[in-house]
């Protein structure tokens, strides 16, 4: 027992000389006028200095003066590893004296770090100050007065009017993310996020995207607000249209994000939106037409590189007849009544359409030249109304994009996944997987000519084959190695766009689909079933007769029978029951004129359309006529003599007018009438053609332009 006080007495006299030492390990900033103080007077030494040299600099501002502002504010401030101070928050609601704050802090000259261990770190700070200024002990002389002729009581409130105080940064870490936010200054529109793919939106700034002389490239969309920021300034052309309200309430609904959030590197705004529609279809069996969409967004930045977009819709509606019709006429195996097209697959809901869905993508740019993306979405590859080569009027998919830019090119490559849904290829309930892989080359020729190579493949997860590898070579001809997995291995596609700038105010624009590279077929004059090729003619005119966002355009399509089928059940160009190209198939000529026309906040639209197509004449698509891009070519009616609109011969007439008014121009937030004329006439009547003819629908609208909805088949 004799031993133990021993042994107590040392571990207690270790345990001192320990606590000591972690002391002298920790060493406060250091001013140049503070080198030659003592260790024990340095901290005193740093916050005399500190508060000495910002109240002797701090001018009040007028505002606060005019106020006669008596009270507190606290600065909570670092001084860096570099010995750099550093402002983390200032607890105050005037904004110029924030300002003023900040102009002092910056003139502190630099100072030697803290340090633990004989290396450098952080030291945070929290330093009162009080108004008015002669308040504030400015220096230590004048403290020590204070101090030596006050009761103690006295001495302990001096001390706290002049203390800085040095805070834990561990303590504080949560509060300083908190204060670590700053006014949102738009960083969406410089970002990689995508402008989401309207064509009114995409209106707005199409025509300074295609002045002569500028080296756009404008066929491949969706593009990204860095894209299009050398072109066109969201951020001002927004500012021109804000509406002055001071209200949270008004700022938000005509002119913000509802949910705007930004720090040093990072960024994020979020928005509930929303698809409401209410109208009537003259010719229905039914009362009125809806659609009731509910969606939250989310957008941001986490860094200057990684981007983010995410939408989830939960939707339920009833549409016109027509459109009724042909969503049930693509419905999926599974008993789900019908695919909304454009959008999904729907469940029942009280007789009506219940059609979730959800969008989002990854977007990384680790260079001005790269740009990688991530999602499930859509893409559109085209200057025109239409594209022959990929749109967007299929449901989401899931994908993988690459876009690569230098000197006068630009060339995308896009990897996907799609589903086939009909019941012929449903095995174990579940849909057949099919993959797509296209690259796009985009070369701007000359300042106003521009050209550009599509080429795609489709091939199926056949002989466990899977995602081939072949395939994401990004500079490989894809119709070389279609031909070396088999001659039913893949569908290959081939195309050629081009555009041409007349002058700032005209282009023309235009593409050639070809889809069985057979020259003898396709010029022989036999009009072979092999002649599987379309094309596309169009027109731009900017501020037309001189009248500032007056547009006109008008376009023609054609496309021959069999295009995007296949001799292999799954390998058509589809997806969901729907085209990945054009709206109707196959078999089909149409012309379109469309002005739009944009006054502030107004906008409105024209849209009229003249075209013939050819529909099946039999449900299981045999006979197989070509127009239906899911029927089979072995099943076709003839090698030769296969004329445009064979089968049942239908002439298509569609006249569209839309006014609105852009209640947020931040979220695209918009209110709308629109009136939809149509008219379809088949030679022959209730011959597997069971879509309503006749069609006069108004629509009245509060939505937020996200996507394209097509009414137009």
Same mark, same amino acid.
């Given at each position: 027992?004799?031993?133990?006080?021993?042994?107590?007495?040392?571990?207690?006299?270790?345990?001192?000389?320990?606590?000591?030492?972690?002391?002298?390990?920790?060493?406060?900033?250091?001013?140049?006028?503070?080198?030659?103080?003592?260790?024990?007077?340095?901290?005193?030494?740093?916050?005399?200095?500190?508060?000495?040299?910002?109240?002797?600099?701090?001018?009040?501002?007028?505002?606060?003066?005019?106020?006669?502002?008596?009270?507190?504010?606290?600065?909570?401030?670092?001084?860096?590893?570099?010995?750099?101070?550093?402002?983390?928050?200032?607890?105050?609601?005037?904004?110029?004296?924030?300002?003023?704050?900040?102009?002092?802090?910056?003139?502190?000259?630099?100072?030697?770090?803290?340090?633990?261990?004989?290396?450098?770190?952080?030291?945070?700070?929290?330093?009162?100050?009080?108004?008015?200024?002669?308040?504030?002990?400015?220096?230590?002389?004048?403290?020590?007065?204070?101090?030596?002729?006050?009761?103690?009581?006295?001495?302990?409130?001096?001390?706290?009017?002049?203390?800085?105080?040095?805070?834990?940064?561990?303590?504080?870490?949560?509060?300083?993310?908190?204060?670590?936010?700053?006014?949102?200054?738009?960083?969406?529109?410089?970002?990689?996020?995508?402008?989401?793919?309207?064509?009114?939106?995409?209106?707005?700034?199409?025509?300074?995207?295609?002045?002569?002389?500028?080296?756009?490239?404008?066929?491949?969309?969706?593009?990204?607000?860095?894209?299009?920021?050398?072109?066109?300034?969201?951020?001002?052309?927004?500012?021109?249209?804000?509406?002055?309200?001071?209200?949270?309430?008004?700022?938000?609904?005509?002119?913000?994000?509802?949910?705007?959030?930004?720090?040093?590197?990072?960024?994020?705004?979020?928005?509930?939106?929303?698809?409401?529609?209410?109208?009537?279809?003259?010719?229905?069996?039914?009362?009125?037409?809806?659609?009731?969409?509910?969606?939250?967004?989310?957008?941001?930045?986490?860094?200057?590189?990684?981007?983010?977009?995410?939408?989830?819709?939960?939707?339920?509606?009833?549409?016109?007849?027509?459109?009724?019709?042909?969503?049930?006429?693509?419905?999926?195996?599974?008993?789900?009544?019908?695919?909304?097209?454009?959008?999904?697959?729907?469940?029942?809901?009280?007789?009506?359409?219940?059609?979730?869905?959800?969008?989002?993508?990854?977007?990384?740019?680790?260079?001005?030249?790269?740009?990688?993306?991530?999602?499930?979405?859509?893409?559109?590859?085209?200057?025109?109304?239409?594209?022959?080569?990929?749109?967007?009027?299929?449901?989401?998919?899931?994908?993988?994009?690459?876009?690569?830019?230098?000197?006068?090119?630009?060339?995308?490559?896009?990897?996907?996944?799609?589903?086939?849904?009909?019941?012929?290829?449903?095995?174990?309930?579940?849909?057949?997987?099919?993959?797509?892989?296209?690259?796009?080359?985009?070369?701007?020729?000359?300042?106003?000519?521009?050209?550009?190579?599509?080429?795609?493949?489709?091939?199926?997860?056949?002989?466990?084959?899977?995602?081939?590898?072949?395939?994401?070579?990004?500079?490989? #001809? /894809?119709?070389?190695?279609? %031909?070396?997995? $088999?001659? *039913? +291995?893949?569908?290959?596609?081939?195309? @050629?766009?081009?555009? =041409?700038?007349?002058?700032?105010?005209?282009?023309?624009?235009?593409?050639?689909?070809?889809?069985?590279?057979?020259?003898?077929?396709?010029?022989?004059?036999?009009?072979?079933?092999?002649?599987?090729?379309?094309?596309?003619?169009?027109?731009?005119?900017?501020?037309?007769?001189?009248?500032?966002?007056?547009?006109?355009?008008?376009?023609?399509?054609?496309?021959?029978?069999?295009?995007?089928?296949?001799?292999?059940?799954?390998?058509?160009?589809?997806?969901?029951?729907?085209?990945?190209?054009?709206?109707?198939?196959?078999?089909?000529?149409?012309?379109?004129?469309?002005?739009?026309?944009?006054?502030?906040? #107004? /906008?409105?639209?024209?849209? %009229?359309?003249? $075209?013939? *197509? +050819?529909?099946?004449?039999?449900?299981? @698509?045999?006979?197989? =006529?070509?127009?239906?891009?899911?029927?089979?070519?072995?099943?076709?009616?003839?090698?030769?003599?296969?004329?445009?609109?064979?089968?049942?011969?239908?002439?298509?007439?569609?006249?569209?007018?839309?006014?609105?008014?852009?209640?947020?121009?931040?979220?695209?937030?918009?209110?709308?009438?629109?009136?939809?004329?149509?008219?379809?006439?088949?030679?022959?009547?209730?011959?597997?053609?069971?879509?309503?003819?006749?069609?006069?629908?108004?629509?009245?609208?509060?939505?937020?332009?996200?996507?394209?909805?097509?009414?137009?088949?």
């Amino acid at each position: 027992m004799r031993i133990l006080p021993v042994i107590l007495g040392a571990f207690l006299c270790l345990n001192v000389f320990s606590q000591n030492t972690l002391q002298e390990d920790e060493r406060f900033p250091v001013f140049a006028a503070c080198e030659n103080v003592e260790y024990a007077l340095q901290e005193d030494c740093f916050y005399t200095h500190v508060k000495s040299h910002v109240v002797s600099n701090l001018l009040l501002p007028e505002v606060v003066k005019q106020d006669d502002y008596r009270g507190k504010m606290t600065v909570l401030f670092e001084v860096t590893p570099e010995g750099d101070f550093k402002i983390i928050y200032i607890d105050t609601s005037y904004k110029e004296l924030i300002t003023e704050v900040e102009r002092v802090f910056a003139q502190l000259p630099k100072v030697k770090p803290a340090s633990y261990n004989g290396n450098a770190i952080f030291m945070q700070f929290r330093m009162p100050i009080y108004i008015p200024l002669d308040e504030n002990v400015a220096s230590e002389i004048d403290r020590k007065v204070i101090v030596n002729n006050t009761s103690k009581l006295k001495r302990d409130q001096a001390k706290r009017t002049y203390k800085v105080e040095k805070v834990n940064p561990l303590a504080k870490e949560f509060d300083s993310v908190g204060n670590s936010l700053v006014d949102y200054t738009n960083k969406q529109f410089a970002s990689h996020v995508n402008i989401p793919f309207s064509h009114e939106v995409y209106n707005r700034f199409d025509d300074e995207m295609n002045v002569v002389g500028t080296n756009a490239h404008t066929a491949s969309k969706p593009f990204l607000y860095s894209d299009v920021k050398p072109y066109y300034d969201f951020e001002q052309k927004n500012k021109e249209l804000d509406y002055k309200v001071n209200s949270w309430f008004g700022r938000k609904f005509f002119n913000e994000h509802l949910v705007q959030l930004q720090a040093e590197d990072y960024w994020l705004v979020a928005d509930v939106a929303a698809d409401l529609q209410i109208g009537k279809d003259f010719d229905a069996d039914f009362n009125s037409t809806y659609n009731n969409t509910r969606a939250a967004v989310i957008q941001g930045g986490i860094g200057e590189n990684l981007n983010f977009f995410a939408s989830v819709y939960e939707s339920q509606g009833r549409f016109a007849q027509y459109f009724n019709q042909y969503a049930e006429s693509i419905k999926p195996d599974g008993g789900n009544p019908a695919i909304i097209p454009g959008r999904g697959i729907a469940k029942d809901f009280d007789g009506d359409y219940d059609y979730p869905v959800a969008e989002g993508y990854l977007s990384y740019s680790p260079s001005k030249h790269f740009n990688f993306q991530f999602g499930h979405g859509k893409n559109f590859i085209g200057d025109g109304y239409r594209s022959l080569l990929l749109s967007d009027v299929a449901s989401p998919y899931p994908f993988f994009k690459m876009n690569t830019s230098f000197w006068k090119l630009k060339y995308t490559n896009t990897w996907m996944s799609m589903r086939d849904v009909r019941p012929e290829v449903t095995e174990s309930g579940s849909f057949r997987t099919k993959y797509v892989a296209n690259h796009y080359l985009s070369y701007n020729v000359t300042k106003r000519l521009n050209i550009g190579l599509f080429e795609s493949v489709i091939w199926e997860n056949d002989n466990e084959r899977g995602f081939d590898l072949n395939y994401l070579n990004p500079v490989i #001809f /894809y119709r070389a190695i279609e %031909f070396s997995t $088999g001659s *039913r +291995g893949g569908n290959a596609l081939i195309g @050629l766009t081009g555009k =041409y700038k007349w002058s700032n105010h005209f282009n023309t624009y235009g593409q050639l689909i070809i889809d069985e590279f057979s020259s003898s077929d396709i010029f022989g004059g036999q009009q072979s079933y092999k002649n599987k090729i379309g094309y596309q003619l169009g027109l731009k005119y900017f501020n037309a007769f001189n009248v500032d966002n007056l547009y006109f355009q008008v376009e023609f399509n054609q496309v021959r029978p069999y295009t995007y089928s296949h001799n292999e059940i799954t390998l058509n160009y589809g997806h969901n029951n729907q085209s990945l190209a054009h709206l109707w198939g196959a078999n089909f000529r149409e012309v379109i004129a469309i002005a739009r026309y944009k006054k502030d906040r #107004f /906008y409105g639209h024209l849209k %009229f359309i003249v $075209g013939k *197509r +050819g529909f099946e004449l039999e449900e299981d @698509l045999d006979p197989f =006529y070509g127009s239906d891009i899911y029927g089979n070519d072995e099943n076709r009616i003839s090698d030769n003599g296969n004329a445009l609109f064979q089968g049942n011969a239908a002439d298509f007439l569609y006249g569209e007018i839309e006014l609105g008014y852009i209640v947020n121009p931040a979220t695209n937030l918009k209110v709308y009438a629109n009136f939809i004329n149509r008219n379809i006439s088949a030679d022959l009547e209730n011959v597997n053609y069971n879509f309503q003819n006749n069609t006069s629908w108004i629509n009245f609208g509060f939505r937020t332009d996200l996507f394209n909805w097509y009414y137009d088949f």
